[in-house]
C-alpha cells in the first residue's frame, strides 16, 4: 500500500526512525513500539491491529542485536491526515483477485442479485453493510450499500439504474464509502501487511476511517484485480487515543 493522498494537502512527511523489528516489505503500517524491548517501531501488531499507528513506510530495514552491527532506519511517511490506499484482494496472499457472484435470476427491481451455483455465499462471511458493485452488464460503473444478505443473495435498498439481468457480475467488499460510518469501516490486511482483505466478513480488522472505494470498472477482469480502497487507522499516535 501507500499513501493515496493528504487529507489537508501539503507534501507528504517521510521521517527515518530506529527499528525494533525487521521491516521485510516496503508500504505497511508502522506502529510505535508494542513490546519489550523498546529498541524503536515495529510492524503492526497483526493483521487487524495497528494500535499507535505512525504512519506507512516506504523502504524495507534489518533489526539486529549483533555488536558492531549499524543501526537500521527505516523511512516513515508519518502525516496524520494521510490517507492509505491499498489494493483490495480476496485472501489472505497479496495479488489475489477479488470474488465475483454472476447474478442467476432476472431481477427489475434493481436491488437483488442472486449467486450462480457454487459460488461464495454473500453472508458467510458475512459482507453485509459493505458495499455491491456492478462490473459487467447494463449497471457496469455502479455501485450501492449492500443491506442484507442470506446464501444465495445479496440486497440494496437504494436500486442499480437498471434491472438486474442473470449473466450480470458483481463484486462485494466488506467496507462502505463513509468515514466515520457505524459499520464497514473496518480494514483486515493479507499477511505481508501491504492490501485489504475483501473476504472477511464486515467489522472486522483495524478500526479506520474509510474515505473512498475506487473499481476499475474499464472490464471485469480489471476491477477484480486493480480496485482500491482508501482509508486512515483511527489510532494515530498524533491523536494521543491510547
Not at 442467476?104 to 454473500?122: H, K, Q
Not at 449497471?139 to 446464501?151: H, W
Amino acid at each position: 500500500m501507500k499513501v493515496g493522498y493528504l487529507i489537508f494537502g501539503g507534501a507528504a512527511l517521510a521521517k527515518k526512525y530506529k527499528i525494533g523489528a525487521t521491516f521485510g516489505t516496503a508500504a505497511v503500517p508502522a506502529c510505535h513500539a508494542w513490546t519489550t524491548p523498546d529498541n524503536g517501531i515495529r510492524p503492526m501488531q497483526g493483521v487487524t491491529v495497528a494500535t499507535d499507528y505512525l504512519g506507512v513506510t516506504t523502504d524495507t530495514a534489518t533489526y539486529s542485536e549483533t555488536q558492531g552491527d549499524a543501526d537500521a532506519l527505516i523511512t516513515v511517511v508519518v502525516n496524520p491526515d494521510a490517507v492509505l490506499k491499498a489494493r483490495m484482494c480476496d485472501s489472505a496472499t497479496s495479488g489475489t483477485q477479488l470474488d465475483i457472484i454472476t447474478n442467476s435470476v432476472a431481477e427489475t427491481a434493481g436491488t437483488t442479485a442472486t449467486i450462480t451455483a457454487g459460488e461464495d455465499a454473500p453472508n458467510s462471511p458475512d459482507l453485509a453493510q459493505g458495499a455491491m458493485a456492478c462490473i459487467s452488464g447494463a449497471n457496469t460503473g455502479q455501485f450501492r450499500k449492500l443491506i442484507t444478505t442470506a446464501a444465495t443473495t445479496a440486497a440494496c435498498t437504494k436500486p442499480f439504474g437498471n434491472d438486474i439481468l442473470a449473466g450480470d457480475i458483481f463484486v462485494l467488499v466488506p467496507w462502505w464509502e463513509q468515514a466515520g460510518a457505524s459499520s464497514g469501516d473496518n480494514v483486515q490486511l493479507t499477511t505481508d501487511l501491504t492490501e485489504a482483505r475483501a473476504d472477511i466478513a464486515t467489522g472486522t480488522g483495524i478500526e479506520s476511517l474509510i474515505w473512498d472505494l475506487k473499481f476499475d470498472f474499464s472490464g471485469a477482469s480489471n476491477a477484480r484485480r486493480d480496485s482500491y480502497l482508501f482509508f486512515q487507522p483511527n489510532d494515530h499516535v498524533a491523536y494521543l487515543n491510547t
